[in-house]
């Protein structure tokens, strides 16, 4: 693709370091540089990838039309969707509902926590979409110029907004009990886990629009000529990366993709065989949880510089400072592992949440299990493989970094499925997500369609999601009795 430098004004949507502009005339000297942003939904996917590989059949295209009737556009998060309908399809209804129809909350108080939510991780992407949706209610507009200029009531969020976006662990029943007990600006019940499926739907959505490397639309503002973490924008869709000295040493360019994909398939037969002659005890299971935690550690930390944010979503963020803090961290003794049989998403999250937000529960139940299951038994170029496992090692490997452990569940699989660069880029995508690359995306799975490699972004999307709303329910929980 041939850029032509002079064109690059300050008019664009993107802004040019001096060293991308460096780069740019490098480039017309016949020098090899990093390929530019895209001009389509994604700067990782090429766009005519995208258009190939969504289906072209009568219900997806009904599915478009409908969102398109809807908002009036069919963005490039729903593009990149797009590629999987059937989840897609999923996304859409519970989006829809928690935004648009009969709930606790007003519309535009909504729309304001979903911005509130997408800024604690710079997503520009997510604030836009959502300043626009604001301006077309109409109301409360000085609200946009930042939270001292919204209701109390509505700033004391701004706690759980950050605790959910970074440490959702942290979150207690006194956090609830400060909310629903502040006099005039308390928060009823209902209402609370309303916000709190807004925030924890936002933060896992910035997951998503970073790790699939979404463009912003051609008719964003301002808040899309940004410099992220001091390295220019164009860093998320290029060579750039902060985290290249892990990504080479885990992903040398000898290594032969094609038996990449050849040892994982061997392994997924060899682990499937092992659980059929032996299961694990549950004290070694146990023992491996608390490995694969403290592993997690080791993937990726120390590496990034200090967050900046702009001033353009800084005025939705309230202690910037705050961000991920590894649960397991060195030197720690008993840690406070949250246990799935003592407080689950089947057996305890989605009655409590369906019983204060009638029906966002089923949606919700629906969502999770429409990306969990998932599959077209296929894997790259294999044809009939079943994909159960790497699915559950990708969903209980973000629970496990958020603290949460399954009993029936062998941590052992994890190591032994998910190679290094892929949990680097797990953790950066569900943990800080702003600092995502392409370089990290191309890194892992390398023979593996970009549509796979979506569908990953999905399970973590809805990973984190779930984790978020297992803490938050769990202290809301306990606060009711």
């Not at 990838?49 to 289906?55: G, K, M």
């Not at 969102?67 to 519970?94: K, N, V």
């Not at 912003?216 to 503002?221: F, G, H, K, Q």
Request: glycine letters at 4%.
């Amino acid at each position: 693709m041939n850029v032509n430098p002079d064109s690059l004004s300050s008019n664009n949507s993107y802004l040019i370091c001096n060293n991308c502009q460096k780069v740019l005339r490098k480039k017309e000297k016949g020098m090899r540089v990093p390929r530019p942003l895209t001009s389509g939904p994604s700067a990782f996917i090429p766009e005519n990838e995208i258009l190939e590989a969504t289906p072209a059949d009568t219900h997806t295209n009904l599915l478009l039309v409908e969102e398109y009737s809807t908002s009036g556009r069919i963005d490039h998060l729903t593009q990149l969707m797009g590629l999987h309908p059937q989840y897609l399809e999923s996304f859409l209804r519970s989006q829809f509902y928690m935004l648009r129809m009969d709930g606790p909350l007003p519309l535009h108080y909504r729309h304001y926590i979903a911005i509130m939510a997408a800024a604690r991780h710079q997503c520009s992407f997510l604030v836009n979409m959502h300043v626009q949706e604001f301006y077309q209610i109409g109301v409360c507009l000085e609200w946009l110029k930042g939270l001292e200029y919204i209701p109390q009531r509505l700033r004391n969020l701004n706690e759980i907004n950050k605790i959910l976006a970074h440490r959702p662990w942290l979150i207690t029943k006194e956090h609830i009990q400060k909310l629903v007990k502040t006099g005039e600006n308390s928060w009823s019940l209902a209402e609370l886990v309303h916000a709190v499926v807004l925030l924890a739907h936002f933060h896992a959505l910035a997951s998503f629009v970073f790790g699939s490397g979404i463009n912003p639309e051609v008719d964003s503002d301002n808040f899309q000529r940004t410099t992220v973490n001091n390295f220019c924008i164009c860093d998320l869709a290029n060579d750039n990366s902060l985290e290249d000295s892990i990504l080479d040493c885990a992903n040398p360019e000898t290594k032969d993709s094609v038996s990449e994909l050849e040892a994982l398939m061997e392994r997924m037969k060899r682990l499937q065989e092992e659980r059929e002659e032996e299961e694990a005890s549950q004290e070694e299971m146990a023992t491996r949880f608390e490995k694969e935690k403290k592993e997690s550690l080791l993937v990726g930390s120390g590496v990034f510089e200090e967050v900046v944010l702009t001033s353009r979503v800084s005025r939705f963020v309230e202690d910037p400072t705050f961000g991920y803090q590894d649960f397991a961290r060195h030197g720690e003794d008993n840690l406070p592992t949250f246990r799935a049989q003592d407080y689950s998403w089947e057996d305890h999250g989605f009655s409590l949440i369906n019983r204060l937000y009638s029906d966002i529960g089923h949606l919700l139940d629906d969502k999770f299990r429409t990306v969990y299951n998932l599959t077209y038994y296929n894997m790259a170029s294999h044809e009939d493989v079943d994909t159960t496992m790497l699915r559950r090692a990708l969903f209980n490997y973000v629970h496990c970094m958020f603290g949460i452990r399954y009993d029936d569940y062998d941590y052992g699989e994890v190591n032994q499925l998910l190679e290094r660069t892929l949990k680097v880029y797990i953790k950066t995508v569900t943990c800080y997500p702003e600092r995502t690359t392409r370089r990290m995306y191309d890194s892992y799975w390398r023979q593996f369609r970009h549509s796979e490699k979506v569908h990953v972004n999905l399970l973590l999307m809805e990973a984190r999601m779930q984790a978020e709303l297992l803490y938050a329910l769990r202290a809301i929980t306990r606060y009711m009795t």
